[in-house]
Every structure is written in C-alpha cells, then in structure tokens.
Nanobody
Framework: EVQLVESGGGLVQPGGSLRLSCAAS????????MSWVRQAPGKGLEWVSL????????YYAESVKGRFTISRDNAKNTLYLQMNSLKSEDTAVYYC???????????WGKGTQVTVSS
C-alpha cells in the first residue's frame, strides 16, 4: 500500500523558514518523481515544485522560485521542501504526491498545515 506522510508544518512569522518532510512507503521511491502541491484557504490546488527520481532536476512555480528548495533522500525514502522567506500568501495545506512520467499525481498524502502570520 502506498503511503505518503507529510510533517514539519506549523505557525511561522513572515520571513521565517520551515522544512517539510514527506515519508514514503509502499512503492519504489527512487523510481518516481515527486511533487509538492498546496491549497490555500478557499482556493484551489496549486502545484509548487517537482523533483526527478534522481533529484538531478527540479522545477518550481514562479510564486516560490528562489525561496523554496525541493530535495529528496532516496536512501531514506523521504522528500523535503525547504521554505525560506515565507510570506502570508504561503499559508496553505501542503501535500506531497507521487508523480508519474506523464506528470499525473496518483497518490497523495493527507497534508501538513503551514500558517505564516505575525
């Protein structure tokens, strides 16, 4: 059974940092790209970032480019999202998702809440 469990969310002040983690199990983690997606209150899903199965290639939404860094540790079956210079508009539930070659996301975690507020 595929399982994705996010952690690391919380309340942080504007300008602060957080690191999210996503522990993966039930599939060959190093065979798949992985993504982070978020949903702000009252809004739809927004893709945030994607990392290739080796970690060699990374992609970011314009809204987070230069502030967020996606990474992975295939030995630990874990995906990360380092978030710096956080803004109030980054407030959202953050999900990690297993990503197919066609960029479809077929398994999702339950999400972790990130709140940026003073």
């Amino acid at each position: 059974e595929v399982q994705l469990v996010e952690s690391g969310g919380g309340l942080v002040q504007p300008g602060g940092s957080l690191r999210l983690s996503c522990a993966a199990s039930g599939f060959s983690f190093d065979d798949y790209a992985m993504s982070w997606v978020r949903q702000a209150p009252g809004k739809g899903l927004e893709w945030v970032s994607l990392i290739s199965w080796t970690g060699a290639r990374t992609y970011y939404a314009e809204s987070v480019k230069g502030r967020f860094t996606i990474s992975r540790d295939n030995a630990k079956n874990t995906l990360y999202l380092q978030m710096n210079s956080l803004k109030s508009e980054d407030t959202a539930v953050y999900y990690c998702a297993k990503t197919r070659e066609d960029y479809g996301m077929d398994y999702w975690g339950k999400g972790t809440q990130v709140t940026v507020s003073s």
